[in-house]
Each structure stands twice: as C-alpha cells, then as structure tokens.
C-alpha cells in the first residue's frame, strides 16, 4: 500500500486532497493501493487548512521518506514548487501525479511526474510536459505543445498548438498563447493576456496583444 502525503498546508494543497478524493472515488483498484497519510508543512510556511487541520502531520524537510511514500506537491507558486521538486528528489522521494477524473490526457502525450491535472482540463496529441507543473482547472493544452517543469496555469489557460513554454512560470487565469508562441522561464503573464509570439525570461507580461509591463529578480 503507498502512502501519499501531500506538501503544503493552504489552499492548493486542500484542493490536491479533493482531486485524489475524486479519484479515489472514481478508480477502485486506486482505493485499493494508495491512501492519503497527510499534509506537510514546507520551511513552516503558516498553515491554512480550515476544517483539515488535524491532518497535518509535520515538516517535509524533516519528514523521513520511506519505501512507500509518494508525494504530491500541493503549492502553486512556480519557485517553490521547483525548490520542493528538487529537495524532496534529492532525500529519494517518488512523486505522484494527480489526474482528475473529469481531465483528459490525449494519445502520444508525454507526462513527467509530480504534475497535478484539476478538473477539467484537456492535454491532446503529441504534448510534452515535464515535472512538477500545476494545471488548475480547464486548462488546455493544444496538439505538439511542449512545457517544461514547475510552472503554474490558472484556471482557463490555453496553450494553442506548437507553444513553448520553459519553467517556473506562473500563466495566469484566462491567459492564452496563440499558435507557436514561445515562452522562456521566471516569467509572470497576467490575467487575460493573449500572447502572441512570446517572451524570453524574467518579464512581466499583459495585455491584447501581451506586452513587457516589467522585470522580475533575474535567478542566481
């Protein structure tokens, strides 16, 4: 039997809690094989777990990892969603990916681990995603897309066919990339931007069509 515990202990690592919920309910062989242990906290981030409060069970980085552990990184910011990625893989950690029922991975797609699909999203042919990345709810990713790890999607995102997009991102509700359009990495792009043929690292981006509205801290 896995163990899954989930790491983060505020509002994306309670909506985690509910899609394995949803697809523990949806999968009986699922139910049989892996059960939810508990959520940990991350560097003592303060905790905001409401109602499931009593189900956090300690620190992360403290927490040994067993044999039979796996985990789901319940956190959406895209920097520390690679931190944990990175720190956690190092102890030895197996990671799981969340599907939600109601998503759809499509043929000849290609999925690392420790990603999270919410409801509603669809991934069609021939995409390519890598680690650690969080799609909130119906996102979509059109045919030959490629994302790299540890970026984030609002709800609503649209990635139209042959986009690129790198890591550490934070695409934001209702933003979409229109065909061929290439995004590098550290980028933040607002709420409703269309982008049209992309950004290359470290930019805020906004608008119709999405321009440079500012400079995010270049990474060490």
Known sequence: MRRLWIIGNSGAARECWWIFHDMLAANAELEKSCR????LAWKNFPANLGSMADLQKGEA????????????????????????????????????????PWSDLGPATIVGEANIFQRGCSVFCDTSIGNANYFNGSVSLSHDTKVGDANFFGPFALLLGGCVVGSRNLVAVRSTLLEGAKVGDDNMIAPGSVIYKGCRNNTRMAGNPALPIGRLGVRP
Not at 85 to 92: E, L, V
Request: a neutral charge.
């Open 36 to 39: 939810f242990e508990g959520f």
């Open 61 to 100: 980085t403290t927490h040994p990892v067993e044999k039979n552990d796996v985990f789901v990184i319940g956190i959406g910011a895209p920097a520390l969603r690679a931190e944990i990625y990175t720190i956690m893989k190092d102890r030895g950690a197996r990671f799981f990916t969340l599907v939600h």
